[in-house]
Each structure stands twice: as C-alpha cells, then as structure tokens.
C-alpha cells in the first residue's frame, strides 16, 4: 500500500492523523506533448518521492502516438506509473476505470 502522513491543527495542538494512501488518476486523449509535461511536473515535486503515491494515467484510445509515449515514459519513472488503455468512448470510461483499478483511500483527479 501507498501512504503519506498529515498533521491537522486542533487549537494550539497538532495532532498526526492516520497514514493514508493516495491515488493520482489521469485521464487523457490525444494530448502527447501535454501529458508528457504533466508527467515531467510531477517528477518534480517536492516529497512525491516520500509520499510513494499510486499513479494511474487511462488513454482513451488516442491516435496520436499518446499510448506509445506513455509505455516509454512509464519504464524511466520515479515512481510506478499504471497505464490504462480504455477502447470505450468518453472521458467518463477512463475516469470510471481508474477509480476501479485504484489502491489509495483518497483520490486526486489531475485535468
């Protein structure tokens, strides 16, 4: 499992709240050069690293070399990434697909 630690302010107090997991969901279509820049970002991001959050990017069935971009960028990343190859149309599919092959308690929706 994937995990993180938060801390939430009560008053003067700070308490740690129970470690919880995170999966990053992506969906995309025809959007090469984009999701490229999207995944280079996220390299970047202070603490990722500790974090270890899920990654998960669908394709919706793109046809302009986004699917093959994705397999390469997924072999050289920091972090595992899970592709999703969704055949069905609308973005609502990939969304629904990610949500079923994610790990992580929480969430997180990158448009």
């Not at 820049?37 to 998960?56: T, W, Y």
């Not at 973005?91 to 079923?100: F, P």
């Amino acid at each position: 499992m994937l995990w993180g630690n938060f801390s939430v302010e009560l008053g003067q107090r700070k308490q740690i709240c129970m470690r919880e997991s995170f999966s990053i969901i992506v969906a995309t279509k025809n959007r090469a050069p984009m999701i490229l820049g999207l995944l280079d970002s996220m390299k970047n991001v202070a603490g990722l690293d500790r974090i270890r959050p899920q990654i998960i990017v669908g394709d919706n069935n793109s046809q302009d070399g986004t699917w093959d971009l994705l397999q390469r960028t997924a072999k050289n990343f920091p972090l595992p990434i899970k592709l999703l190859k969704v055949k069905r149309p609308a973005k609502s599919a990939v969304l629904n697909d990610a949500v079923r092959a994610a790990d992580g308690r929480i969430l997180v929706f990158l448009h």
